[in-house]
């Protein structure tokens, strides 16, 4: 499955694209918001983001998924990512994708986390063999369990994930 360049997605508001060089510093910005890392544990450095979004644009090559930036279609303005991406965390589900969402707090409530989510699965299904689909998700964020229970994630287990409750969800394949 491996080999793939990432796609672009687009949607009625939003487009699904690679990770450019010029996306950093946007991305920084909104990754040093409290309120988007409210549940994702600390804050990460400068160089913790670069790694870490790299990774996620690596794993196109290796895997034949990854993440995506999420920005607005009108303006091109970065708001978050959307992935399904590999881990390696040592969890349940290791071997299996997971995906992830993170949004600039100006952004959220909008619907756009669910326009994101929904293009990547669909993605999935089309581009992707049948396979569950997890998430982890901290206890106290309604907003993202609501978010991944629209697409048929339920909650399968609990985890202590380097000093983290965390909910482990999985969604049935397709």
Known sequence: MGGRTPPVIETDRLRLRAF??????????????PEVHEHLGPTKTRQDLWLRTNNAVGQ???????????????????????SIFEAKRGLEFEGEPEVGYIFDDAYHGQGYGSEALGAMIEWAEAN????????????????????????GFEKVSEDDYEGDKLDIMRRPAW
């Open 60 to 82: 196109w090559y290796v895997l034949g998924y990854g993440g995506l930036m999420v920005e607005l279609r009108v303006t091109g303005r970065i708001i978050g990512t959307c």
């Open 20 to 33: 450019r060089e010029a996306d950093f510093d946007a991305w920084v910005d909104i990754m040093q918001k």
């Open 128 to 151: 992707m063999k049948p396979t569950p689909l997890w998430a982890i998700i901290d206890p106290k964020n309604p907003a993202s369990h609501a978010l991944a229970a629209k697409f």
